[in-house]
């Protein structure tokens, strides 16, 4: 076995742990500790596993969950934001666009969803 798929099965756990808990506040060493890992070890298995390091496949499962929300709900994009876990509507406005290239209230114009008028988007 190679050391790779050695550390397979704590990574593993972790990304289901992310996947079914990324609507909370989520650290890197809760992660960690759920996995029975120091956080330094684990940051450094996690981003050679993955490819990514913990926050960014964090906020990546997030923006997978906004964009499906801004596409299939009338949610308020602030509400999006709370729903999927970011800690404010400006920090995951940020990070949306420097992901997707344009704002969540774009985005969801592009989808071709029918934003009620009487329904703030921001």
């Known amino acids: 076995m190679s050391d790779k798929e050695g550390y ?3 990574i593993e756990r972790a990304l289901k742990y992310i996947a079914l808990n990324y609507p909370q506040p989520l650290t890197l060493e ?15 298995k996690f ?10 496949h964090l ?4 923006l997978r969950q906004a964009k499906q929300m801004l596409c299939t709900t009338d949610n308020t994009v ?3 934001a ?25 985005y969801r114009k592009k989808s071709g969803l029918p934003v009620h008028p009487h329904l703030r988007t921001d």
């Open 8 to 10: 397979s099965a704590d």
């Open 30 to 44: 809760e992660v960690a500790d759920h996995c029975n890992l120091s956080a330094t070890y684990f940051s450094r």
């Open 47 to 56: 981003k050679l596993i993955t490819g990514q390091t913990f926050k960014e």
């Open 59 to 62: 906020n990546y499962i997030r």
């Open 78 to 80: 602030t509400k999006i």
């Open 82 to 106: 709370m729903l999927c876990g970011f800690g404010s509507s400006n920090y995951f406005k940020d990070v949306f666009k420097a992901d997707v290239g344009i704002s969540p209230r774009e």
